[in-house]
């Protein structure tokens, strides 16, 4: 039977932290509402002890989400808590602290000992959950460059004191899947469930979906993504890749989530409008041409049977499919035109048509289907001349 996969959307606190993504409170709130009606399990509104914004975006998102958790981040500092529980309660509030969880974070950012890093985490959870905060989680962060006497030490006393999830982060996207998946499986034999095990990758070298992925075959229960995969530096783990992957493969993989593929798309234009970031060409899912193809053999394929060329269906991302015509488009897809605006031509006419209106006309552009198709039509309606170059 598939195991159902809980995704924590930090869209709003990671993905804000990128240069150029900054989101102000009410833009923050849209996008929440958006994010929750997709199926996540918790919305990550921000680090309301580090600046007004944060907190203004908390007030609201606490008041407005209806299904999902809101989760706020902090530092293992008793006021980092108490200001977010000031700014959301501990109703619905999901409360991440961080921790510090290397000796390179240790020694040159913090400057403490591992025995102060996990004092503060018994500390600081015991303090949370004294409030009344139900969920407590605890991220150990630059987890994937930590010791065994580090994390099972912060993993443990966090439990202990507390902690419903613990979090791995592989903060500088250092890890493969194998190293990532150890790292997990060692997590999950000292926080049994029902501790909720948690990953958080980031895609330095492209490979956050795919740590994410082995995270979870390690015995990980949810999967930290942002929207577009933003975030820091390279980004996140991309909440799309991850829905549409377990969608498609739920019965090979054994996992799935009960994300609304169809609806991410929407939510990611919006996303896109608020922190005016320019559609990338080749993105999987998301791409502007990642239902397209210019490509004559391709096309030719795809006019026949779209499974030839697409695994991925684009009406299941609510995107639509596009054949552009360019200098690699061949004559199939100049035939196809043809038939529907009802012109016959043989093989000698075909090859001028396809000079003039393809090979010339496009050069190293591409031009969108629908629009030689107007061409044609116009030029060809009354079949005079046959050629649009006589």
Not at 151 to 174: H, K, M, N, P, R
Not at 200 to 219: E, K, M, R, T, Y
Not at 305 to 316: C, F, I, K, L
Request: net charge negative.
């Amino acid at each position: 039977m598939a195991r159902r996969i809980s995704v924590f959307d930090t869209t709003l606190r990671d993905g804000e932290q990128a240069p150029g993504n900054a989101m102000n409170p009410e833009q923050k709130l849209d996008l929440a509402l958006r994010i929750e009606a997709l199926g996540v399990d918790a919305v990550e509104a921000g680090f309301p002890a580090s600046s007004p914004s944060d907190f203004e975006a908390t007030q609201l998102i606490s008041k407005n989400l209806s299904k999902a958790r809101f989760a706020t981040f902090s530092r293992t500092v008793r006021r980092d808590v108490e200001i977010a529980v000031e700014a959301g309660g501990t109703h619905n509030h999901e409360v991440q602290m961080v921790a510090t969880g290397s000796d390179l974070h240790l020694k040159y950012k913090r400057g403490i000992t591992a025995e102060q890093a996990i004092h503060e985490v018994t500390d600081t959870v015991a303090f949370a959950k004294s409030l009344g905060i139900e969920h407590v989680s605890v991220g150990i962060e630059d987890a994937s460059r930590s010791n065994d006497y580090l994390l099972q030490g912060l993993t443990e006393s966090a439990v202990e004191a507390g902690a419903t999830c613990i979090i791995i982060a592989d903060t500088s996207g250092c890890t493969t899947p194998d190293q990532y998946g150890e790292i997990i499986a060692k997590i999950r034999g000292w926080a049994p469930r029902p501790i909720k095990v948690s990953t958080h990758c980031h895609d330095d070298f492209g490979l956050s979906l795919a740590n994410a992925l082995a995270g979870l075959q390690a015995g990980a229960d949810e999967v930290q993504a942002t929207l577009g995969g933003i975030g820091e530096r390279a980004g996140n783990t991309p909440l799309e890749e991850l829905a549409g992957l377990l969608a498609y493969k739920q019965e090979h993989l054994g996992f799935y989530t009960d994300i609304d593929i169809a609806g991410m798309y929407e939510a990611y234009t919006a996303l896109r409008e608020v922190i005016r970031m320019p559609e990338p060409r080749n993105k999987a899912i998301f791409g502007t041409y990642a239902f397209g193809t210019a490509a004559g053999i391709h096309q030719q394929g795809i006019l026949a049977n779209p499974e030839t060329y697409e695994y991925v269906e684009p009406a299941r991302f609510g995107r639509q499919r596009s054949l552009l015509i360019a200098r690699h488009s061949g004559r199939a897809v100049l035939r196809h035109l043809l038939d529907q605006i009802g012109v016959e031509v043989d093989d000698v006419e075909l090859a001028e048509l396809y000079r003039v209106h393809i090979a010339e006309r496009t050069g190293g552009d591409c031009e969108d289907l629908e629009v030689v198709k107007e061409r044609l039509t116009r030029e060809l309606g009354n079949r005079v001349p046959v050629l649009a170059g006589s």
